[in-house]
């Protein structure tokens, strides 16, 4: 399946696909309006940037997803390959953030957790990918 | 093949998918004593609170049963394991026959013996929906709740009651809150912030004694109380595997592929023992990741797959009232604490292995010291500066990272 990969060497650290990961989750038509006022869409993909060196992670949609078999509501379902997650049925408890080996499952003033589904419900590839500038991040089919 | 499974939580559940991804077409029937469709315990608390409504406390959809071709056979308790002849007797005397069998039996809570308890009308413990719809029923705003506990269950049961009464007294035989998953400096932090929410605790103290609205305590106090909920423990639901002869220790005895010492009978869950490989000793891990994970183990191999559990540590992520804490391992070695007004974070490291970490607060990313555990990632493979600082991917070496977010098999 196609997953979002990542070349480190690549990467600017410019932080464009966060914004391009909070816009596509926003829900709004208007980049301006997804970031204006209080309430901001927390990206679900983190930039790490070290002395020499930057890179994205979001979620790898693991073949065994411990987020998935250890929510206790059962709120994490793996579709076609893609972690996803059912709002309506998270209670906010973190045991995905407990879980995730790449500290992929963003919390913030919401109850509910929020992770990368690979923009599975828009077309084409997912938003990060699109607005990166220097294809550091790719969506591709790898072993 | 045919399959039978005693239970109906996350380890029986995990078990039908773990069967499922193996054998498409084998029977499969799932046996209950509690009349639900499959429903998730740990939500109970959050359906009293009324966080989760009715439909949102099951843990699968109400199609699960059919979409897995399971057959479900709820209320009735399972009473006896006929090893030699292959059946399960339930109380009705039927009997149901097995090529495999799960025992997904669970927990039950410890009520220890207490003078007077008998004269109280209004007691409970908290484990299973019943419990919580019982609670709800006689939660008035005026009614003082009375909780023997300040353990998980014991905690979130009084967040469970608070939106309706905040007149709450927890009283723990222990000097601290929450023992089994926090250091003394955590169980300090998390009293208080539930202290300046109204919660009332009573340590270092037990009962003596009831009469239908009172407990006297041991130190001398006197409690006034409506409804008492009874949170001091739980115990592994062994009784069925034990009397047919299969190996039991506190737990069910399994090995890495959740079988019990009968070769055509598995267990999972929180009647089992598992191995806590951050001490190398056998114990009970009654969590609900560990449930899932060996059900889904047992599920694979009773089809005829090949999974062992494996990893398994204590592991726990709760909240009360906003405050998130996330706690992993065991807490004996050298200790890295940080501690500001927003966060309270331990690091233990052991045999040059982080053997387990408190977090309370700042819980971001905690997933990556638990994989850390889990994987007995050597401390010297990492920069331990950044290990401590925060948990980030930046830690591990260029070629972790190249095949864990690339996608390059480094091996080859």
Not at chain 1, 130 to 143: L, M, T
Not at chain 2, 256 to 284: F, H, M, P, V, W
Not at chain 2, 372 to 384: K, L, Y
Request: glycine share 10%; with cysteine; proline share 3%.
């Amino acid at each position: 399946m196609k997953r979002v990969y990542v070349n480190e060497d690549w990467c600017l650290g410019c932080h464009l696909c966060e914004y391009y990961c909070s816009f596509a989750n926003s829900g709004k038509s208007d980049m301006v309006k997804a970031f204006n006022g209080d309430k901001k869409t927390t990206p679900r993909i983190v930039i790490e940037e070290g002395d020499d060196i930057n890179f994205a992670v979001q979620c790898r949609h693991c073949e065994e997803p411990l987020c998935a078999k250890g929510c206790i509501a059962g709120a994490l379902t793996v579709t076609n390959g893609i972690v996803t997650i059912d709002s309506s049925r998270c209670v906010g408890c973190y045991t995905c953030v407990l879980s995730c080996p790449y500290g992929c499952i963003v919390t913030d003033h919401e109850k509910v957790v929020k992770k990368c589904d690979l923009c599975a419900s828009k077309s084409g590839e997912p938003a990060c990918v699109k607005g990166c500038p220097n294809a550091a991040i790719v969506f591709e089919e790898r072993g | 093949m045919n399959y039978l499974i005693i239970g109906n939580s996350s380890a029986a559940i995990g078990c039908v998918e773990g069967i499922r991804k193996i054998d498409t077409t084998g029977q499969i029937t799932i046996l209950s004593d509690e009349p639900y469709h499959t429903y998730s315990r740990p939500l109970i608390s959050y359906w009293l609170e009324g966080k989760v409504a009715d439909e949102k406390i099951y843990y699968r959809p109400e199609d699960f049963y059919t979409k897995n071709n399971c057959n479900v056979i709820l209320g009735k308790k399972a009473v006896k394991i006929d090893k030699s002849a292959r059946e399960v007797i339930l109380e009705d005397g039927s009997a149901i026959s097995y090529d495999k069998l799960l025992i997904a039996a669970g927990s039950r809570p410890f009520v220890p013996p207490m003078d007077g308890l008998q004269l109280v009308t209004q007691k409970y413990t908290f484990m299973k929906y019943d419990d919580a719809k019982a609670v709800k029923e006689v939660l008035k705003p005026e009614s003082k709740v009375l909780i023997i506990g300040a353990g998980l269950i014991g905690l979130k049961a009084a967040e469970g009651v608070y939106k309706v009464t905040k007149n709450i007294t927890v009283v723990d035989l222990a000097d601290r809150i929450l023992p089994s998953i926090l250091d003394s400096e955590g169980s300090s932090i998390v009293q208080k912030h539930l202290e300046t929410k109204g919660v009332r605790f009573t340590l270092n103290d037990r009962v003596k004694s009831f009469t239908e609205n009172t407990a006297v305590l041991e130190g001398g106090s006197v409690l006034d109380f409506d409804i008492l909920i009874i949170a001091v423990g739980v115990r592994p639901n062994t009784e069925i595997a034990g009397e047919c002869g299969i190996e039991v220790s506190r737990g069910i005895i399994i090995d890495d592929t959740c079988r019990t010492s009968d070769e055509n009978i598995y267990a999972a869950g929180d009647c089992t023992e598992s191995l806590d490989i951050t001490t190398g000793t056998q114990k009970i891990l009654a969590l609900l990741p560990n449930a899932y994970i060996q059900g889904e183990a047992a599920g694979i191999n009773m089809a005829g797959g090949s999974k062992n559990y494996g990893n398994a540590i204590p592991m726990n992520a709760i909240g009360f009232f906003g405050l998130h804490m996330i706690t992993a391992g065991t807490y004996e070695g050298e200790t890295h604490v940080i501690k500001t007004d927003d966060e309270y974070k331990k690091l233990i490291f052991k045999d040059g292995l982080l053997k387990g970490y408190i977090m309370i607060g700042e819980v971001s990313r905690a997933g990556i010291y638990t994989s850390i555990i889990r994987e007995q990632i050597p401390a010297s493979s990492v920069d331990m500066e950044m290990l401590v600082s925060r948990p980030q991917m930046m830690m591990f070496g260029k070629s972790r990272r190249l095949e864990k977010l690339g996608g390059v098999n480094v091996g080859n």
